[in-house]
């Protein structure tokens, strides 16, 4: 023939293949020349195994680099090596051929060499050998004369692999990989197949593959047809699933099959998370199996690759095609799901019961979104993690089909139905809702455990420095502009610092010649909007480590009473601005409120009392007075009352969600 850039045709080749995709390429050869001479029941194909002589230490064996494939098939007549010797050969296009299977071999292996007896058109024997050329001729170094052999057959010797690609080590293994690739052979209901062994080199270890058909039993129910797409014209498709036993590390899968070979698979567990792990007959927990769903089709024989390595259609529907890869593998899935009815069931079924158990005592706010979900799409062996965040991804689902449905109403609402429509959105919004509002109680919950487990001496006997229990109600040297909503916890203090205007913790007051209160808020209540600015409150926080108390010493620098009072003088002076630069508007009559909260020692209570003239609360738990000069509220309270109003505050949340 003409002579071809062989090297180029090669490179052309797909990544779509491995290592196992010539060693099947010729066995299947071998098995279609077999068949040609209607050898029967003494057909055979003898599959060696070619290692290297560098030893795998942890294995104990020798890596593969090649393989002796021998069969009793027809041989290399002339007309079988004409059509080797033509590139995109039609010679056995009525059995699938593709004309380019030889190529994909040379992509994965250095040497391609042919030894092959075949009958004369005049009934004499002959030994043809002959290797498949890298450059520009497809045969190379041919031989062809006269043999006494009395039996047709061809070893083909495939020899030194290339690329990053290998073969596992194991006999068994490599017969458990090569099995499901050639079941399709096995499996037709019109051929018989010839015996197949696997070996080393010197014939020992031999494994009939045939013989692991025991291993593999179909499934009836999971045999089934299907045609895509809905519209005409439409493509038949049929699935014919099995179980595999002793898979070892193998996985459900679904295989596209084109001329009876395997060529793409993909998992199961793509489409249905509960195929992710092999499974178990009930009856007998020893016997492991994965299931295996075998696509056949003449859409799929039409269109497979030359180097059958995929298939020419895309993934997904298009333009152009209306039948895509994954719309195929959706009915191959739900077919294989059916196969397996109860096995699936009782796993879907451990898959909610570990997502319901994570929501009651974890996550109790995505109760209702738990409710509304399939958990068709969470993986089978799901962490916690792994569940919110699923739910999470349902809840905003839900939460924009409700933003729809009342889109929907709004614009094609009638009054013939729309309390019915309305009456069914309210109802999923209030529940969005709710869902929201135990989260945060939840949060809330936790919050108040951490804040009072902040208050407690530590495993050596201390207590924690201010800062911390600090940084739980607001971050230390952060405002609000700095600080979202969700990012503190001022409510542990008072519910109305919530919706401060704006807060400042622990920075320096008139860049940094006023001090530095521990927070600073500037509160922005409804009802005091628009011209009336200075009559917002000023609320100013102090707070002191447990049990420390030295701060009432008369000669102590750090008298909080004090400090709060020099900074409501500053801010009515005028003397501290907003982070934007602008003043901070205050009258003489705008209402400001200090807060000292530390641990109320008899010490402190002396020093309130005796000292400062406050006056006790009757919880006993804080004191307070009026500084006539500045114009401030003070109230001195301990973290046990903290903790203990905020409690109460939120118990009834508690209760009413059940947490």
Avoid at 290 to 296: N, P
Wanted: proline share 4%; aromatic share 10%.
């Amino acid at each position: 023939m003409n002579k071809i850039n062989i090297g180029r045709a090669v490179n052309n080749i797909l990544p779509r293949t491995n290592s196992y995709t010539p060693l099947v390429e010729v066995i299947v050869n071998a098995i279609e020349s077999v068949q040609e001479a209607n050898r029967g029941s003494d057909g055979k194909v003898e599959i060696r195994v070619l290692r290297s002589n560098q030893l795998n230490v942890e294995a104990g064996l020798h890596p593969v680099e090649g393989f002796e494939i021998t069969d009793n098939g027809v041989g290399f007549n002339d007309i079988h090596l004409d059509a080797f010797d033509t590139l995109y050969t039609d010679q056995k296009i009525h059995q699938g051929g593709r004309g380019f299977g030889r190529f994909v071999c040379i992509k994965h292996f250095k040497h391609y060499n042919v030894e092959s007896v075949y009958r004369s058109d005049d009934g004499v024997f002959m030994l043809r050998k002959f290797s498949m050329g890298r450059m520009t001729e497809i045969i190379e170094n041919e031989t062809n004369e006269e043999t006494d052999r009395s039996d047709t057959g061809t070893t083909v010797r495939l020899h030194t692999l290339l690329g990053s690609t290998s073969f596992d080590l194991r006999l068994d293994t490599i017969a458990k990989v090569l099995v499901p690739r050639i079941l399709p052979f096995f499996i037709h209901e019109h051929f018989s197949p010839p015996k197949i062994v696997l070996s080393e080199i010197d014939d020992s270890l031999a494994i009939t593959l045939n013989d692991y058909l025991q291993f593999i039993q179909e499934i009836e129910e999971g045999r089934d047809d299907f045609e895509l797409p809905e519209q005409s014209p439409q493509e038949n498709f049929t699935v014919r699933t099995f179980k595999i036993y002793n898979p070892r590390n193998l996985t459900n899968q679904i295989s596209l099959i084109a001329h009876h070979r395997e060529v793409v698979e993909t998992p199961i567990k793509k489409y249905i998370p509960e195929f992710e792990d092999a499974f178990y007959e009930p009856d007998d927990p020893v016997s492991k199996y994965i299931v295996k769903a075998y696509v056949f089709g003449e859409y799929l024989d039409r269109n497979v690759s030359v180097e059958r390595g995929g298939f020419e259609f895309g993934n997904d529907l298009n333009l152009f095609e209306s039948i895509g890869k994954e719309n195929i593998e959706k009915q191959a899935a739900e077919i294989a799901r059916r196969a397996i009815g109860k096995e699936y069931d009782t796993r879907k079924s451990k898959k909610l019961e570990r997502a319901q158990k994570f929501v009651d005592s974890d996550a109790i706010w995505l109760k209702n979104v738990l409710a509304e979900s399939d958990l068709a799409q969470l993986p089978l062996n799901a962490s916690n993690e792994q569940i919110e965040e699923y739910l999470h991804g349902e809840k905003l689902i839900q939460e924009r089909r409700i933003r729809d449905e009342v889109q929907k109403v709004l614009i094609n609402g009638s009054l013939a139905n729309i309390d019915s429509n309305v009456t069914k959105i309210v109802v999923q919004a209030s529940q969005t809702s709710k869902d929201n509002l135990v989260r945060y109680v939840a949060f809330r919950r936790s919050i108040l455990e951490l804040f009072q487990k902040s208050l407690e001496k530590n495993e050596n006997g201390d207590y924690l420095h201010e800062g911390a229990v600090h940084d739980i109600i607001f971050p230390r040297g952060k405002d609000s502009d700095s600080t979202p909503f969700d990012s503190h916890n001022l409510w542990l203090i008072d519910e109305r610092l919530n919706f401060s205007n704006y807060v400042t913790s622990d920075k320096p007051l008139g860049g940094g010649s006023l001090g530095r209160p521990d927070l600073l808020i500037y509160d922005n209540q409804v009802l005091f909007r628009g011209d009336e600015t200075e009559s917002n409150p000023i609320t100013i926080l102090e707070f002191k480590r447990p049990k420390r108390d030295d701060f009432t010493n008369r000669r102590s620098s750090i008298n909080p009473i004090d400090q709060l009072i020099g900074y409501v003088i500053d801010i009515r002076k005028g003397k501290h601005s907003t982070p934007t630069g602008r003043p901070c508007i205050v009258s003489e009559n705008t209402p400001a409120y200090g807060y000292i909260v530390c641990d109320i020692t008899p010490r402190i209570i002396d020093w309130l009392t005796l000292e400062k003239s406050f006056t006790p609360m009757s919880d006993g738990l804080g004191w307070f007075s009026w500084a006539q000069g500045p114009k401030l509220y003070i109230e001195v309270i301990s973290w046990d009352k903290i903790i203990k109003d905020a409690v109460i505050r939120n118990k009834v949340f508690f209760k009413k969600l059940g947490i």
